[in-house]
């Protein structure tokens, strides 16, 4: 059984305009101890799914419209509140993309850290962990992390560090509790390429050691190829393909996964596409069918009327494509 | 010195703050050739937007010179010519702020052809349809619009539209599509190839993506505080980097393919943060980040040597290696 299994997801946006049709049948699957990446454009709902997935999404505006997500089985969409604090105290944890969002600024990174491990442990208290302990979680946390200097660092507050030091503190705060599953929302997009790899690193490693599972959306395919294993491609609010990484960036099947792979400026320097015509449909009205199709070079009839399965095109390699129908 | 149609000369710019002196560009020199582009490529915090303010007379700067066209314009903006402004122009990062959202893309393209005194009403309204059509907008559907209603590449291209209108020869890209998709990043950047064969035009290309460089620029400039590091034609650069500091950038670069992970120096791993403007550290202001430093480099400020033709390095540790290694051969 999948660790966490999203079937059929559709999740709107009620807003002046008039009804945001966001996501279209998402479905990921992440096993016990895999590591899965989501690449996507801006705007095509990577940010909604995650969120959605550990219940933080503000409804309303937003809606769930059908489907479900499985935690080891059980259906997240429907346990009560208790129950979803529990999940999120104990079994599923995250890193968003702006650390100083995700930070309080009101206090010290000490404080919050402590809490999140005090909360993590069960009580207001911190239930069996006595004070020291918790202190010196804390610090092996930020250590882990590769920051200089934790103690210095607890006492500051986030306005005082920079911004790889901040996602440093949000990765300790993420993997100070032992969760199965990590939700990682684009963690490096803000940052410098040698921070960046710096973080990468860090996270590859910990994430090892522990034995964590790992959902990483970014919108860089570069970044998920060393990282993740198996990569799930969105496009306008559902998934267009999912294989083993490696091969989904060396042979993309489904023409939006080609036009964009086409599109990545290489080091070898060949030369740049012309990207893909067009852009990504307006959700209030989105093309019927598979929402590709208005961009699509091999758009059929049928593409027009209905949603497209995921067709197997090779061994574990899916694309939600009718040109692989037969 | 073959000519060059913009050239910098021990440029600085400094800024007084509460905290101190931020060096935003401490001692630059580097020049551009008709027709070439050159990639400006550094961190967040190098300087690299600064000197394109500098170049374009948004800041006077502290010290130095800057050439175009045999023309000093490192003075006041006020004291520019007029057909300067007109002949460099910039492309800012952010067409979404750079755009007036409360202007129809008419009146955006009408502004520079005004303070320009190009053409009459009538010949105007023309040349911007010719402008819209160059960039591959087509001009009927979009003149009236406003900003907010078309996509971020199509604002960008408005905004390269605008830059064109006083037929410059000499454009400053400031990382033009970093806010953008890869998939729309794709049109601009062939946009912008295409219209500097047809042009004529001269790019300084600003950006901090070095895969995005090597398939635009045929010269590179790496900055790191304030200071250039190394310039080079673009294909000697990606193959033989001499720099620690780039070949740090250049091993942490994410890629996509295996054949492109075998262009990344291997040792190379990155490390520490670009320390602030303020307090730039001593000697050279890498040292305390490098994986090859020595002695020295904490001390004295390493110079800008040529090592092959065209590719400059300013680094103490790699020159001894260098010439350790002809002396060998």
């Known amino acids: 059984m999948a660790l ?4 059929d997801l559709h999740v709107g946006y009620r807003t002046f ?5 966001v996501l279209n049948g998402v479905k990921i699957e992440v096993d016990e101890g895999e590591r899965v990446g989501l690449v996507g454009e801006t705007g095509c709902g990577k940010t909604t799914t995650v969120k959605t997935i550990l219940r933080v999404l503000p409804m309303p505006p937003a809606q769930v419209q059908g489907g479900e997500i499985l935690y080891r089985g059980e259906d997240v969409l429907r346990m009560s509140a208790r129950a979803v604090r529990d999940l999120r105290r104990r079994e599923i944890t995250a890193i968003f993309q702006d650390p100083l969002q995700a930070l309080n600024p009101m206090f010290t990174v000490g404080t919050q850290l402590r809490d999140i491990l005090k909360d993590s442990m069960g009580g207001r208290d911190g239930g069996r962990l006595t004070k020291r302990d918790i202190e010196k979680r804390c610090i092996v946390a930020l250590q882990e992390t590769g920051m200089p200097d934790p103690e210095r660092i607890m006492t500051n507050y986030p306005s005082q560090l920079s911004g790889g030091m901040r996602q440093r503190v949000c990765i ?15 963690p490096t997009t803000n940052l410098d390429v040698t921070i960046q790899d710096q973080i990468l690193r860090k996270l590859d490693e910990l994430v090892d050691e522990k034995g964590t599972s790992v959902l990483m959306i970014t919108h860089s395919m570069g970044v998920v190829r060393d990282l993740t294993q198996r990569l799930y491609v969105m496009y306008a609010g559902s998934m267009v393909e999912t294989a083993r990484t490696k091969e989904l960036l060396a042979c993309p099947r489904h023409p939006y996964t080609q036009g964009l792979m086409k599109s990545v400026p290489r080091l070898t320097g060949e030369g740049i596409s012309e990207g893909i015509p067009g852009r990504i449909p307006n959700y209030l009205e989105p093309p019927s069918g598979c929402r590709f199709h208005p961009r699509c070079e091999h758009v059929m009839p049928v593409c027009k009327e209905a949603i497209p399965p995921f067709y197997a095109v090779d061994e574990d390699h899916f694309a939600a494509c009718y040109l692989y129908r037969s | 010195m073959p000519e060059s149609i913009l050239s910098v000369e021990h440029l600085k710019k400094h800024f007084p703050t509460k905290q101190g002196l931020v060096r935003a560009i401490d001692d630059i020199t580097f020049s551009v050739a008709p027709g070439d582009t050159l990639g400006l490529v550094g961190e967040s915090g190098s300087g690299k937007t600064t000197t394109a303010q500098c170049v374009v007379g948004m800041y006077p700067p502290t010290s130095g010179e800057i050439r175009f066209k045999e023309e000093q314009i490192g003075t006041a903006f006020k004291r520019r010519p007029k057909y300067v402004k007109g002949d460099l122009r910039i492309v800012f990062q952010d067409p979404g702020s750079s755009l007036n959202p409360k202007r129809t893309i008419k009146q955006i ?3 520079p052809l005004k303070v320009h005194h190009i053409g009459t009403q009538h010949d105007r309204l023309a040349r911007m349809k010719e402008l819209l059509n160059m960039v591959e907008l087509p001009a009927d559907e979009y003149l009236y619009k406003y900003p907010q209603a078309i996509g971020g590449g199509e604002k960008q291209m408005v905004a390269l539209a605008r830059a064109l209108a006083t037929n410059p020869s000499f454009v400053l890209l400031d990382e033009p599509t970093s806010a953008l998709d890869v998939s ?13 064969r047809e042009l004529n035009l001269t790019y300084l290309f600003i950006t901090h993506d070095l895969s995005l460089m090597r398939n635009v620029s045929s010269r590179v400039a790496i900055m790191y505080l304030g200071k250039l590091c190394e310039i080079a034609p673009t294909v000697e650069f990606f193959e033989r980097p001499i720099h620690p500091y780039t070949k740090m950038l250049l091993s942490s670069i994410p890629v996509v393919s295996d054949a492109e992970e075998a262009l990344k120096p291997r040792k190379a791993i990155s490390k520490g943060e670009i320390p602030s403007p303020v307090n730039i550290p001593p000697g050279c202001s890498f040292h305390s980040r490098c994986l090859a430093r020595n002695g020295r480099c904490a001390e004295d400020d390493p110079a800008m040597v040529e090592v092959a033709e065209g590719h400059f390095v300013r680094c103490h540790a790699a020159l001894e290696s260098e010439l350790s290694g002809h002396g060998a051969a």
């Open chain 1, 4 to 7: 966490l299994e999203a079937k």
């Open chain 1, 17 to 21: 305009e008039g009804y945001l049709h």
């Open chain 1, 172 to 186: 300790a705060e993420a993997l100070s509790r032992e969760a199965r599953l990590l939700l990682a929302d684009e």
């Open chain 2, 109 to 111: 393209l009408s502004i």
């Open chain 2, 184 to 196: 729309v990043q794709g049109k601009i950047i062939n946009l912008l190839i295409r219209l500097q």
